[in-house]
Structures are given as C-alpha cells and as structure tokens.
C-alpha cells in the first residue's frame, strides 16, 4: 500500500558528502516514522538513522553521528539523508523504510547505491 523510491546515491571520495532523497507515495503519512537502513557486500543489513514523521524527532546510528542528518518536509512525504564527511567504511546499498509507530521498517524502497572512495 506504501511504495517507497530512493534517490541520491552516487560515487563520492573519501571525506566529500552525499543527500539521500526518499518519497512516500500510496498513502498519508501519520504516526508514522521513515529512515534508513544500508547493506555492504557480504555483511548484515545495519541501522542508520530513523526520524518520526510527524513530529520530527530523530535518532542515529553510534557509527553516523555527528556525520549524518536525517530530516523530512511533511508536505512532500519526504525524508532526506544528509551525509557528511563520508569515509570509504559508509559505501553500502541505502534502503529507505517506513511504517507505524510499532513497526517503523514494514516498508521498504528498492536501495540506492552509495560508494565512498578512499
């Protein structure tokens, strides 16, 4: 019912910064949290940051603070990830996710490739 599209993803180098775009479609987004999650080769799908829709409270990874911002404009049913002073240890495939309160990861975007060279 909730489709999810990722954006933003690219080669960058050591130290530069990325903005990850994700857009809800299929339905009005209430009570409800989005954020990502991301997947290198050969290694478990990890926590990145996470943000509640509505209200707009956040939280991180231990590994991204400081470095990563996550934030979203109700109005366009997005949710943005900003990456800064990326390291070569971040390139992985980025999945935006969302759902309700008590199941924040029930939906899941496709990914987008994001690779940090050293």
């Known amino acids: 019912q909730v489709q999810l599209a990722e954006s933003g993803g690219g080669l960058v180098q050591a130290g530069g910064s990325l903005r990850l775009s994700c857009s809800a479609s299929?339905?009005?987004?209430?009570?409800?949290?989005m954020g990502w999650f991301r997947q290198a080769p050969g290694k478990e799908r990890e926590f990145v940051a996470r943000?509640?829709?509505?209200?707009?409270?956040?939280y991180y990874s231990d590994s991204v603070k400081g470095r990563f911002t996550i934030s979203r404009e109700l109005r366009k049913n997005t949710v943005y990830l900003q990456m800064n002073n990326l390291k070569p240890e971040d390139t992985a495939v980025y999945y935006c996710n969302a759902g309700p309160y008590a199941d924040p990861s029930a939906y899941w975007g496709q990914g987008t490739q994001v690779t940090v060279a050293s």
């Open positions: 943000i509640r829709f509505a209200g707009g409270s956040t």
């Open positions: 299929g339905r009005t987004f209430s009570a409800y949290a």
